[in-house]
């Protein structure tokens, strides 16, 4: 029997044993005096209980303290060696640098996707939520969350989410002045949705506050672009690519102080295009809704460009009359230049035309390749006038044709290309016999 003070508890003499409760179980079913022996036995045991279960709860109450005891201290000891394993981890020992680049890395893929979105998702872009979410984990994420200018040197902001956003203009405009703010004098790349509301002006001006930050800023507005944006003559010394998805350009002013623009893309209605520095301009993509003549070709944009190397044109072509001569007049010194093309099932005219539209002399590579299934009817008369005006005997070194071409078509058009090193044929159908 252990002692009241023992490490395993008290254990009392008169703990009856299995056989004793069934009996006693037994004697008060029957109703059944028990025998003068079994009297005996019972009253010292109701005697001794009351001592005896004293001496239990003494125990019991010291054997809880000493489990409490147990269960704070190991509670205490595992979160201790928790901050141990914190402190000791190999994270800790970055430098605040390196962890600003995991930070960005951890960017949500769809952050900067401005179209069809809710308030919520607004609010989440302009406040960096993904950035407040890590800078919980501990005070130095905080501080390199919040004080690293390049992890807010990005803004994307959709103002077609203010025009009805439940929680009103001033608070969204207070989230965008403090990520403003933390970008510091870091370079800018700027996502712009522009609704032609009142909150354009609101965004627009916060935003030229900075201009001299920016560096690639995307605008997609679905008419002309907002007041503000058209009429700011503004300084844009680091600016180095712009892309502008625009339906009307109203002769845009805002980004012609732009002395380092290289790249430029751009969509919409080329009959008046913005005052741009397109003598500095080295790439040009134009993505078209549709060209429906030669008179709204965007082409003409590289006669614009003359250090233009790379061109890039999405044309959508079904609607041009097929057999309507283009009457432009192209000449350029790009490089390299990719075009893709829809257009009309049996069109066999877009293809001739183009080529009689271009003269490029110093032209390397040509890409041309439809932009759905239907096929492009390649034109060798046409490629090899170009050819010859061109001198791509001279420096023509890779063609890619993706369109419907016999074998003769081509051993034509190769036997003028002396300098070819690199061709791709992809038949979108044949029309040898």
């Given at each position: 029997m252990d002692s009241p003070g023992g490490e395993l508890g008290f254990s009392s003499a008169f703990v009856p044993t299995p056989i004793d409760v069934a009996n006693i179980k037994e004697l008060a079913r029957s109703g059944v005096c028990p025998m003068d022996s079994q009297l005996s036995k019972l009253r010292i045991t109701m005697a001794a209980a009351p001592v005896e279960l004293d001496r239990y709860d003494a125990d019991i109450e010291r054997l809880q303290t000493a489990l409490s005891r147990l269960t704070s201290e190991r509670s205490v000891l595992a979160s201790y060696t928790d901050f141990c394993r914190s402190v000791l981890s190999p994270v800790q020992r970055l430098p605040n640098e390196l962890l600003a680049d995991i930070f960005d890395l951890c960017l949500p893929d769809d952050l900067y996707m401005i179209f069809a979105s809710t308030t919520d998702d607004e609010v989440d872009r302009l406040a960096r939520r993904y950035l407040l979410q890590l800078g919980q984990v501990c005070t130095r994420w905080h501080r390199v969350a919040k004080d690293?200018?390049?992890?807010?040197?990005?803004?994307?902001?959709?103002?077609?989410?203010?025009k009805w956003s439940f929680i009103g203009d001033a608070r969204l405009a207070d989230l965008l002045e403090s990520s403003l703010a933390r970008g510091q004098n870091s370079s800018l790349t700027l996502h712009m949705g522009?609704?032609?509301?009142?909150?354009?002006?609101?965004?627009?001006?916060?935003?030229?506050?900075?201009?001299?930050?920016?560096?690639?800023?995307f605008v997609s507005s679905s008419g002309a672009p907002c007041v503000a944006l058209s009429s700011a003559m503004i300084s844009l010394d680091q600016l180095e690519m712009l892309d502008l998805n625009v339906d009307s350009w109203g002769r845009l002013p805002a980004f012609q102080n732009a002395p380092r623009l290289r790249y430029l893309a751009f969509s919409g209605y080329v009959g008046d295009l913005p005052l741009l520095p397109w003598t500095q301009i080295k790439t040009i993509v134009y993505d078209s809704h549709d060209t429906p003549g030669p008179r709204y070709s965007p082409l003409p944009v590289l006669n614009r460009a003359p250090q233009c190397t790379n061109g890039t044109f999405y044309l959508d072509l079904r609607e041009c009359p097929p057999h309507e001569p283009w009457d432009v007049d192209i000449k350029s010194r790009v490089n390299q230049l990719y075009f893709q093309?829809?257009?009309?099932?049996?069109?066999?005219?877009?293809?001739?035309?183009?080529?009689?539209?271009?003269?490029?002399?110093?032209?390397?590579?040509?890409?041309m390749c439809p932009s759905d299934g239907t096929a492009l009817i390649w034109s060798s008369t046409h490629f090899l006038a170009l050819a010859e005006r061109s001198g791509f005997d001279t420096c023509l070194t890779c063609l890619a044709i993706h369109a419907i071409v016999t074998d003769e078509e081509l051993l034509e058009c190769l036997r003028g290309l002396p300098k070819l090193e690199r061709l791709?044929?992809?038949?979108?159908?044949?029309?040898?016999?």
């Open positions: 690293t200018p390049k992890l807010w040197s990005t803004i994307a902001v959709d103002t077609e989410v203010w522009i609704s032609n509301s009142d909150s354009d002006v609101v965004v627009v001006e916060a935003l030229l506050e900075h201009a001299h930050r920016w560096k690639n800023v093309l829809l257009v009309s099932e049996g069109d066999d005219a877009v293809v001739a035309n183009l080529f009689d539209t271009l003269t490029l002399p110093t032209l390397e590579t040509l890409n791709f044929v992809t038949e979108c159908g044949s029309s040898s016999a």
